[in-house]
């Protein structure tokens, strides 16, 4: 049990979490909520020992494992399956001991302790948790080093997942993550046999993934049962009597300071009214649930409407190389009031699309046609990290204003969510969730007839999230959005494009049809994709598909030389005369051991065959 008792939390002097105390039962999946900046990731910290905390404690079973996910990206010449095998450790100390081990009696204990952790398992296991991540067979015998960061980032979290801890902390596991990868991640979740806490302002997650959410709010934990659903109800109806409560103390106390105050003077109620100020002082303040307003999000209105289609797009073809399109045949029209969300898993060609339909590609063959003065903005995550650190929301207001006076200035970066001394404040100390706001401001600042919005709700909270769907259903014009977050496509979206297979199409059913379809095609096996650390790229060429196969080939004779070997040791163990009458339990787990190693033979010999049959075929 996890169990956190009077636990205060200071950082750089401010004070986080406050005497605050909560037990998780063995086996919970809990869902932390609570506004950016309480102090969610610091109780993190806290709980794998990495910060101290100020007074009480937090406890875990002495035999726990505590896993979270790596800060840092791996990268290296090592194969995607590799880095994921090696979370394991005690697996991986298993195998290399297995290696050199010459005495009976320890191989037996090796294979027998493999045995008991289901070991030789791990490598389908492992590339069970990485297809359903979004890679393929053949992305999982590429070096980490062919992928971009945020890439190897799914890998750090396919490693943390694969090494199964018996507390998995996860912090916005999903915003590395696609719409299909977070799919396949909260189905993960629901079914994860040990205790997990996961920190996320994703509603769909909280409502499916998890069976209690820990909600931090004004430095204290409170721990509700059910889902995200039900705790918003349970926390309304305990507004609610918090409300009462409030409203008859102070009642209460009127009514004892109304006696007070009529007879203190009086010799003969003078007890009375000693009595009445004593009760004052005993009646403790009950602090109501006051709910934090949030602020609106909103896009100004372009100044005219144009005539539709604003986007009429004609068999176009598009991509980084007229031989190899990452796109084609693409053709689709936007309206004033269109609500697109577009689908298909990270690499299919979505930043293609987006960049085609802004201008930022030119097709190479077909028509674009754009409506005449069309204006479009344009948010991407990446651009956080292009304002200006040192410039506050006011400067970087002040840029796009010119000569206007101060007061329309400062009213504008107000508009956008930065008033009073906020506007003043640099954009390098604002919080991921304040620059996102910042940067939607600055993209619409000029009321767009279309904004084109790539993975928007990342650094926002739960409710700043519902803030934006509003504005997105005011906004007068188009809106084009790519998100992980299933709330705002089913809030805002009212047409679901799939990017895949090289071209874009109309997809005709809901989100939870298109869920199960995902996780139906990630529980097996993936189609392969192309991706790279800078833009998408075509299809490689048949050279470079041989060259992954003789990874394969050669990684499968690697594994049969390794069992072929485990099995000499556990025969060796096995022919030792007395071993079944000195020890009849240590020899029938080496039976059962030796077994299981013939099955993983049979399969490394399986794989080994396959790959040399894909290589003939590709070499013919």
């Not at 001991?97 to 037996?108: G, K, L, N, Q, V």
């Not at 007068?476 to 679901?496: N, T, W």
Request: charged content about 25%.
């Amino acid at each position: 049990m996890l169990t956190i008792t009077d636990l205060t939390i200071r950082l750089a002097g401010r004070l986080l979490i406050d005497n605050s105390s909560v037990q998780i039962t063995p086996g919970s999946r809990v869902g932390m909520v609570g506004r950016n900046g309480t102090g969610k990731s610091t109780l993190f910290k806290v709980i794998r020992g990495e910060l101290s905390a100020e007074h009480g404690a937090v406890t875990l079973p002495p035999r726990w494992r505590v896993g979270s996910l790596a800060q840092e990206a791996p990268n290296g010449p090592e194969s995607l399956i590799s880095v994921v095998l090696k979370a394991d450790l005690e697996r991986d100390a298993l195998l290399h001991e297995a290696e050199s081990a010459t005495d009976p009696h320890r191989i037996a204990e090796i294979q027998t302790r493999l045995v008991d952790i289901d070991a030789h398992s791990a490598p389908a296991r492992a590339a069970a948790i990485l297809s359903g991540l979004g890679f393929s067979a053949a992305d999982q015998l590429r070096p980490c080093a062919e992928f971009s960061g945020g890439w190897r980032m799914r890998v750090a979290l396919a490693a943390t997942l694969f090494a199964a801890p018996d507390l998995l902390l996860l912090d916005e596991p999903t915003n590395y993550l696609d719409l299909e990868g977070t799919l396949w991640l909260e189905d993960h979740l629901a079914h994860y046999p040990r205790t997990v806490i996961v920190i996320s302002h994703d509603r769909d997650l909280l409502e499916s993934s998890v069976d209690q959410i820990l909600h931090l709010e004004r430095g204290k934990l409170t721990l509700y049962k059910g889902t995200y659903s039900s705790f918003e109800e349970q926390r309304a109806a305990r507004e609610l009597l918090d409300a009462k409560a409030v409203k008859r103390q102070e009642a209460e106390r009127a009514r004892l300071q109304a006696f007070v105050d009529r007879f203190k003077a009086k010799a003969s109620k003078a007890r009375q009214a000693q009595s009445r100020v004593k009760m004052l002082e005993r009646l403790k303040p009950i602090t109501a649930l006051v709910t934090e307003d949030v602020r609106e999000i909103t896009f100004p209105a372009p100044e005219k409407l144009l005539s539709p289609p604003i986007i009429a797009v004609d068999n176009a073809s598009v991509g980084y190389d007229p031989a190899t399109p990452v796109l084609s045949r693409v053709t689709l029209r936007i309206d004033n009031d269109d609500r697109i969300a577009l689908l298909g898993a990270n690499g299919n060609g979505k930043s293609t699309l987006v960049k085609l339909l802004a201008g930022r590609l030119a097709p190479f063959s077909g028509k674009v046609t754009r409506a005449d003065k069309l204006s479009i903005a344009y948010f991407a995550q990446h651009q956080l990290d292009e304002l200006n650190e040192d410039a506050s929301a006011y400067d970087h207001v002040r840029k796009l204003m010119g000569d206007a006076p101060e007061a329309k200035v400062r009213a504008r970066a107000g508009a956008i969510g930065f008033s009073g001394k906020a506007a003043d404040t640099k954009a390098g100390k604002l919080s991921g969730g304040e620059k996102a706001r910042l940067l939607l401001g600055l993209a619409t600042f000029f009321g767009p007839n279309m904004i084109i919005l790539d993975e928007p709700t990342n650094h926002l909270d739960i409710d700043s999230r519902a803030a934006l769907a509003e504005a997105i259903n005011e906004f007068p014009g188009a809106i084009i959005m790519v998100s992980h977050d299933r709330y705002l496509i089913e809030a805002c979206a009212d047409q679901l494009w799939i990017v895949a297979d090289r071209t874009v199409t109309n997809y005709d059913g809901d989100l939870d049809e298109y869920r199960r379809l995902v996780l139906s095609s990630r529980n097996a096996e993936p189609a392969p994709r192309e991706r790279s650390a800078q833009i998408e790229k075509p299809q490689r060429p048949k050279s470079d598909n041989r060259g992954s196969l003789k990874k394969r080939i050669a990684e499968a004779e690697s594994e049969i030389a390794r069992v072929t070997d485990i099995i000499a040791k556990i025969d060796t163990a096995l022919a030792l005369p007395d071993i079944f009458t000195r020890d009849p339990k240590q020899a029938a787990q080496l039976s059962k051991a030796r077994a299981n190693a013939a099955d993983a033979l049979a399969r490394a010999e399986e794989q080994w065959l396959e790959a040399s049959t894909q290589f003939d075929e590709a070499a013919g």
